[in-house]
C-alpha cells in the first residue's frame, strides 16, 4: 500500500501531466502563430499523449484508494524564438518529467511499494522514447540553423506525425 507521500507525488505527477500539456499546447498556437501549421499539429497530439498520461495517475491513484486533486497550472511560455527553442524546450520538460518518474521510483522502492513500481514501469518506456524523439529533432534544428527553407521542411515532416 503507497503511503501518504507516495501518494501526494504520484498527484503532483498527475498534475504535471496536465501541465505539460499546457506547456505542449502553448508552443502548438505559437508555431500556429509563426505559420509553422506541422509543428502545431505536432504538438497537439503530443498535448493529448500528456492528457493521456494524466489519466494513468488518475486512475493508478485512484485504485491506490488516493485522493486526486486539481493544483493550478503555471501560464506557460506562450512565445518562442524559434523552432529550435520549442524543440530545446520540449526536451528540457521531458528531462524533467524523467526524473520525477524516477523520483517517484526511489519513492516507491524505498517503500516496498511494488504496485507502483509496476505502475511506474511503462513511464520508464515512455520517456526513453520521449527524450530519444526530441533529442535528433534538436541536432537537426541546430544543424539547419537559420535557413529557413529547411526550416520550414522540417516542419511539413512533424505535420505528418499521426495520433499515437
Not at 503507497?2 to 506547456?23: G, P
Not at 509496476?118 to 520517456?127: A, K, R, V, Y
Amino acid at each position: 500500500m503507497a503511503s501518504k507521500k507516495l501518494l501526494e507525488m504520484l498527484n503532483d505527477q498527475y498534475n504535471f501531466e496536465l501541465e505539460s500539456a499546457y506547456v505542449y499546447l502553448a508552443m502548438a498556437a505559437d508555431s500556429t502563430n509563426k505559420g509553422l501549421d506541422g509543428t502545431a499539429h505536432w504538438m497537439q497530439l503530443q498535448a493529448q499523449e500528456e492528457i493521456e498520461h494524466a489519466m494513468k495517475f488518475y486512475e493508478f491513484i485512484a485504485d491506490m484508494d488516493g485522493d486526486v486533486s486539481q493544483k493550478a497550472i503555471p501560464e506557460p511560455k506562450n512565445e518562442y524564438d524559434s523552432l529550435l527553442e520549442i524543440m530545446e524546450t520540449a526536451l528540457a520538460h521531458e528531462k524533467i518529467v524523467t526524473a520525477n518518474i524516477y523520483e517517484l521510483a526511489n519513492k516507491a522502492q524505498e517503500e516496498g511499494c511494488f504496485d507502483t513500481l509496476e505502475f511506474l514501469n511503462w513511464f520508464f518506456m515512455e520517456q526513453r522514447e520521449e527524450e530519444n524523439t526530441l533529442k535528433p529533432y534538436v541536432q537537426r534544428l541546430k544543424a539547419i540553423g537559420d535557413n529557413m527553407i529547411e526550416v520550414f521542411r522540417f516542419d511539413a515532416e512533424l505535420g505528418q506525425r499521426e495520433d499515437d
